[in-house]
């Protein structure tokens, strides 16, 4: 498990704790309210950190779907390799999965990255090895 996780979890834990604690001072119809609340406060978390990954996921197979169209208009005679964060695996979980890595196979020493939003692309890095960045055939300026 990850740090950022970890923190998630105690934060969760400590807003049901104050609640369930608050729920106990009170009497009667509010005590039994504030159970109730804390119940549903836990469900809905739950719910939520259990869903994330599926919809994570739901995300990037939509901007991986608008970035093909762009590549194609922007390189028409070369063919690319798309590849994504795999966020689930250990090992990953501290990299924004929302970056999107594109190989193209002219160009294998080279990954660039791209960022998608809504209706905006935009090349933000690249990492190689390649020492004379003049050379690089995709990059796009600033």
């Known amino acids: 498990m990850h740090s950022k996780e970890v923190i998630e979890f105690m934060v969760v834990g400590v807003a049901i704790a104050v609640i369930i604690i608050i729920s106990f001072i009170l009497k ?6 504030g159970l109730v609340f804390a119940t549903v406060v836990l469900i809905a978390y739950s719910l939520f950190f259990t869903a994330r990954p599926f919809w994570i996921d739901a995300q990037i197979e939509k901007k991986v779907e608008m970035l093909e169209p762009y590549l194609e208009q922007q390189y028409p005679h070369a063919e690319w390799m798309i590849t ?3 966020h689930r695996e250990d090992g990953y979980k501290h990299l924004n999965p929302y970056y999107i890595e ?3 196979k002219d160009e294998p020493e080279v990954t660039y990255l791209y960022w998608v939003e809504k209706n905006n ?3 933000t890095g690249y990492s190689t090895k390649e ?3 003049e050379k690089l055939k995709y990059k796009e300026s600033e």
């Open 131 to 133: 020492e004379n960045l």
């Open 28 to 33: 009667g119809k509010l005590r039994k309210l």
């Open 84 to 86: 994504t964060i795999p």
């Open 102 to 104: 594109v190989i193209f």
């Open 121 to 123: 692309i935009y090349q």
